[in-house]
């Protein structure tokens, strides 16, 4: 019944996604609300996101399949697989941002490697080969040298790329909100923290019950996410209390724009209150967290807090002029520093969310992701 | 000689066209006298004031050029006849010139053939002080054309890049629109093109201004970097690309003016060859109220203004 839920939902999810991906096509850009001064929109967010799930589900899937801790025993597959699928859905998303997506291919074929971008996508490809062999020899030859030895490479290559995705916005002096040399430092424990909360849902909904692990898993993974929440708190409040005692005019307003401006639900209400004090509430007590569907539900709200902060880390940053009076100097579409997400990107989102969830409910009901092969029904 | 002849010679001229010349003459005279002296009465002991004599307007010549122009024209003419990679493009802007018209943004415009949500060359407009002590300022903005661009890094396929002139430009068959270079400046000088049309759900009338030739103006090419571009469907480059001012390069290559020059009417905006010591932007950037936007961020712009 659980899984039934989910795949009409997905379906839905497709169907609006399928839609926005017509208007998309056929529209170009112009029906988007992102522009010449807020130029990366809810795409890009969604991009870190995904990425940094995929990420963080292959360092989780190290602690089975490569440091062989008894206790999780058995989670390193469904671990690749959602890294895998995730990492489809950020190649998807990111995609459809480019203004000329026939013209991927030059980043492989004609690319600049001094620029961050470059390694960045080059390094999640390389990440997502790796991630996939990776699948394939922990079916086919569990427990192989080469299996480690893909592990190992994987691992340092998904803080690489982790990082990059910090160093993508950190090298932007343009940016005062992100040229923050912890960024490349955070990235990877935002992803370690989001691959954690991934597994949450992974084992809560749809792992078979009859691991004996499963319970201790679980706990295991609560009180990481816990630790990991707070550490997320601490860079935050670090990175913004620093800037407001800096009192540069440009990070102040970012700052400002984040926990006061037209956003402050997306922080206080989904980052914090859904994103961390319920998760913190409910996954700091064993009886709770040890149950199936409430550490997958506190995974769900996990990651929506990730995600929303994603947001806040790129929207806030692009919407102060570079200039004062910019806005005013010339008129016309796209030419705003106010942002909400349009139809369209909505829309794109939803379908790549469901595609995502769709790849995960398929995987685990007819791969062998878990010790038994039995998919939880 | 009869002695009608000779009274018509010598009698006053009382027909029309005579009384028309004469007044006239009277005029004439009188603008002589009012241009050279002024005259008081005799009552007034106040003796005649000598005025200048103004016969038609000459303006003043600045180092032998009567217009700005025409002197950053000879220095151009100089300019290209050197190889690009000598000559060093910068533009002077003078903010105390500057009235604010607007008309090299829209000069720009039109050379460029921008559509709408693509600016090159916005002027920025502050109030500053408080009644009765107000003032505005205006600040034009183009490209910056730095020496130490932070957005040519960034683009990961190397579409935006420093060419031979210093100028930095976009190849848009290259371009990805990632928007990474976007982000990189620091001036806001990059915009995207998101395929916009000024007749865009528009009703078709008959007439010039909203009738087919509207549209057909819209998606004629335009020539930047000397290459000819219809604006087609929502898809073919520039839609889809990033772009910014390059100093018309398309113009340049012929020895003209950059259109924001050329057209503004404040004479407030001057562009040549750094490298040229005899040139007027060399001049002008050895003045003591000279200054670049941010430079802190070491970016080394080329673009100068006067304060």
Same mark, same amino acid.
């Given at each position: 019944?659980?899984?039934?839920?989910?795949?009409?939902?997905?379906?839905?999810?497709?169907?609006?996604?399928?839609?926005?991906?017509?208007?998309?096509?056929?529209?170009?850009?112009?029906?988007?609300?992102?522009?010449?001064?807020?130029?990366?929109?809810?795409?890009?967010?969604?991009?870190?996101?995904?990425?940094?799930?995929?990420?963080?589900?292959?360092?989780?899937?190290?602690?089975?399949?490569?440091?062989?801790?008894?206790?999780?025993?058995?989670?390193?597959?469904?671990?690749?697989?959602?890294?895998?699928?995730?990492?489809?859905?950020?190649?998807?998303?990111?995609?459809?941002?480019?203004?000329?997506?026939?013209?991927?291919?030059?980043?492989?074929?004609?690319?600049?490697?001094?620029?961050?971008?470059?390694?960045?996508?080059?390094?999640?490809?390389?990440?997502?080969?790796?991630?996939?062999?990776?699948?394939?020899?922990?079916?086919?030859?569990?427990?192989?040298?080469?299996?480690?030895?893909?592990?190992?490479?994987?691992?340092?290559?998904?803080?690489?790329?982790?990082?990059?995705?910090?160093?993508?916005?950190?090298?932007?002096?343009?940016?005062?909100?992100?040229?923050?040399?912890?960024?490349?430092?955070?990235?990877?424990?935002?992803?370690?923290?989001?691959?954690?909360?991934?597994?949450?849902?992974?084992?809560?909904?749809?792992?078979?019950?009859?691991?004996?692990?499963?319970?201790?898993?679980?706990?295991?993974?609560?009180?990481?996410?816990?630790?990991?929440?707070?550490?997320?708190?601490?860079?935050?409040?670090?990175?913004?209390?620093?800037?407001?005692?800096?009192?540069?005019?440009?990070?102040?307003?970012?700052?400002?724009?984040?926990?006061?401006?037209?956003?402050?639900?997306?922080?206080?209400?989904?980052?914090?209150?859904?994103?961390?004090?319920?998760?913190?509430?409910?996954?700091?007590?064993?009886?709770?967290?040890?149950?199936?569907?409430?550490?997958?539900?506190?995974?769900?709200?996990?990651?929506?807090?990730?995600?929303?902060?994603?947001?806040?880390?790129?929207?806030?940053?692009?919407?102060?002029?570079?200039?004062?009076?910019?806005?005013?100097?010339?008129?016309?579409?796209?030419?705003?520093?106010?942002?909400?997400?349009?139809?369209?990107?909505?829309?794109?989102?939803?379908?790549?969310?469901?595609?995502?969830?769709?790849?995960?409910?398929?995987?685990?009901?007819?791969?062998?992701?878990?010790?038994?092969?039995?998919?939880?029904? | 000689?009869?002695? *009608?002849? #000779? %009274?018509?010679?010598?009698?006053?001229?009382?027909?029309? =066209?005579? &009384? $028309?010349?004469?007044?006239?003459?009277?005029?004439?005279?009188?603008?002589?006298?009012?241009?050279?002296?002024?005259?008081?009465?005799?009552?007034?002991?106040?003796?005649?004031?000598?005025?200048?004599?103004?016969?038609?307007?000459?303006?003043?010549?600045?180092?032998?050029?009567?217009?700005?122009?025409?002197?950053?024209?000879?220095?151009?003419?100089?300019?290209?006849?050197?190889?690009?990679?000598?000559?060093?493009?910068?533009?002077?802007?003078?903010?105390?010139?500057?009235?604010?018209?607007?008309?090299?943004?829209?000069?720009?415009?039109?050379?460029?053939?921008?559509?709408?949500?693509?600016?090159?060359?916005? *002027?920025? #407009? %502050?109030?500053?002080?408080?009644?009765?002590?107000?003032? =505005?300022? &205006? $600040?034009?903005?183009?490209?910056?054309?730095?020496?130490?661009?932070?957005?040519?890094?960034?683009?990961?396929?190397?579409?935006?890049?420093?060419?031979?002139?210093?100028?930095?430009?976009?190849?848009?068959?290259?371009?990805?629109?990632?928007?990474?270079?976007?982000?990189?400046?620091?001036?806001?000088?990059?915009?995207?093109?998101?395929?916009?049309?000024?007749?865009?759900?528009?009703?078709?009338?008959?007439?010039?201004?909203?009738?087919?030739?509207?549209?057909?103006?819209?998606?004629?090419?335009?020539?930047?970097?000397?290459?000819?571009?219809?604006?087609?469907?929502?898809?073919?480059?520039?839609?889809?690309? *990033?772009?910014?001012?390059?100093?018309?390069?398309?113009?340049?290559?012929?020895?003209?003016?950059?259109?924001?020059?050329?057209?503004?009417?404040?004479?407030?905006?001057?562009?040549?060859?750094?490298?040229?010591?005899?040139?007027?932007?060399?001049?002008?950037?050895?003045?003591?109220?000279?200054?670049?936007?941010?430079?802190?961020?070491?970016?080394?712009?080329?673009?100068?203004?006067?304060?």
């Amino acid at each position: 019944m659980f899984r039934k839920v989910f795949y009409v939902l997905c379906a839905i999810a497709l169907v609006i996604g399928l839609w926005g991906l017509y208007v998309r096509l056929t529209t170009g850009h112009s029906e988007a609300n992102y522009g010449s001064y807020v130029v990366w929109g809810l795409w890009v967010a969604m991009y870190l996101f995904f990425a940094g799930v995929a990420a963080g589900g292959f360092m989780v899937a190290t602690l089975d399949l490569l440091f062989n801790l008894e206790v999780f025993k058995g989670t390193g597959k469904i671990a690749l697989w959602g890294s895998l699928v995730s990492l489809a859905a950020a190649m998807l998303i990111i995609w459809l941002d480019l203004g000329h997506m026939s013209r991927i291919w030059k980043v492989y074929l004609q690319g600049n490697p001094s620029s961050v971008m470059f390694q960045m996508v080059w390094g999640y490809s390389l990440f997502g080969l790796t991630t996939a062999a990776a699948l394939f020899l922990a079916i086919r030859k569990p427990g192989s040298v080469g299996l480690k030895i893909v592990m190992v490479f994987g691992l340092v290559l998904s803080i690489f790329v982790s990082g990059a995705v910090g160093a993508l916005l950190g090298v932007q002096a343009a940016r005062p909100f992100w040229h923050v040399g912890l960024f490349p430092v955070q990235f990877p424990v935002f992803s370690l923290a989001s691959g954690v909360a991934m597994m949450l849902v992974m084992l809560g909904f749809f792992a078979p019950k009859n691991d004996p692990n499963r319970q201790q898993q679980l706990w295991i993974l609560s009180i990481s996410s816990v630790v990991l929440l707070l550490v997320k708190l601490y860079f935050m409040w670090a990175d913004y209390s620093q800037s407001i005692y800096g009192n540069v005019p440009m990070n102040v307003q970012a700052v400002n724009e984040v926990l006061f401006g037209s956003r402050w639900w997306a922080f206080w209400i989904l980052q914090i209150l859904v994103g961390s004090i319920i998760p913190i509430i409910f996954l700091v007590q064993p009886k709770l967290a040890k149950q199936g569907k409430i550490a997958g539900w506190m995974g769900v709200l996990l990651l929506i807090g990730y995600a929303v902060a994603r947001g806040l880390i790129i929207f806030p940053a692009l919407s102060i002029p570079e200039l004062d009076l910019l806005v005013q100097s010339f008129t016309g579409p796209h030419l705003t520093f106010l942002y909400f997400p349009s139809a369209m990107e909505w829309a794109i989102t939803l379908g790549a969310i469901g595609l995502a969830t769709l790849g995960v409910l398929l995987g685990s009901q007819y791969l062998p992701l878990f010790p038994d092969s039995a998919a939880e029904a | 000689m009869s002695i *009608v002849e #000779e %009274e018509a010679k010598t009698a006053p001229d009382s027909s029309r =066209r005579g &009384f $028309l010349r004469n007044l006239a003459g009277v005029a004439g005279a009188a603008a002589v006298i009012t241009t050279a002296t002024r005259k008081f009465p005799p009552s007034s002991g106040k003796e005649s004031i000598p005025l200048a004599v103004v016969k038609t307007y000459e303006p003043p010549m600045v180092d032998g050029f009567s217009d700005p122009l025409e002197r950053m024209r000879a220095d151009m003419a100089r300019a290209i006849d050197k190889p690009a990679a000598e000559r060093h493009w910068v533009m002077v802007i003078d903010l105390r010139k500057c009235v604010g018209c607007n008309a090299c943004t829209i000069a720009c415009v039109a050379e460029n053939h921008l559509p709408p949500g693509v600016v090159y060359r916005p *002027v920025l #407009e %502050e109030e500053i002080g408080t009644f009765p002590n107000v003032t =505005r300022r &205006f $600040l034009p903005r183009p490209c910056m054309q730095c020496e130490n661009p932070p957005c040519t890094p960034v683009c990961p396929v190397g579409a935006t890049y420093k060419d031979e002139n210093g100028i930095i430009v976009v190849d848009y068959d290259q371009c990805i629109g990632c928007r990474y270079c976007i982000t990189a400046c620091p001036y806001a000088a990059r915009t995207f093109d998101f395929g916009e049309y000024y007749t865009a759900n528009r009703p078709e009338e008959s007439g010039v201004m909203v009738g087919p030739a509207a549209e057909q103006y819209e998606t004629a090419a335009n020539h930047e970097y000397g290459e000819a571009r219809p604006r087609e469907g929502e898809h073919g480059s520039p839609i889809g690309n *990033v772009r910014k001012c390059h100093f018309c390069l398309h113009r340049l290559e012929k020895g003209m003016l950059p259109a924001c020059t050329s057209t503004c009417i404040g004479r407030a905006t001057y562009f040549g060859d750094a490298n040229d010591p005899d040139g007027v932007v060399s001049e002008l950037i050895a003045s003591p109220n000279v200054m670049r936007l941010k430079e802190e961020l070491g970016t080394e712009p080329r673009v100068y203004y006067l304060t």
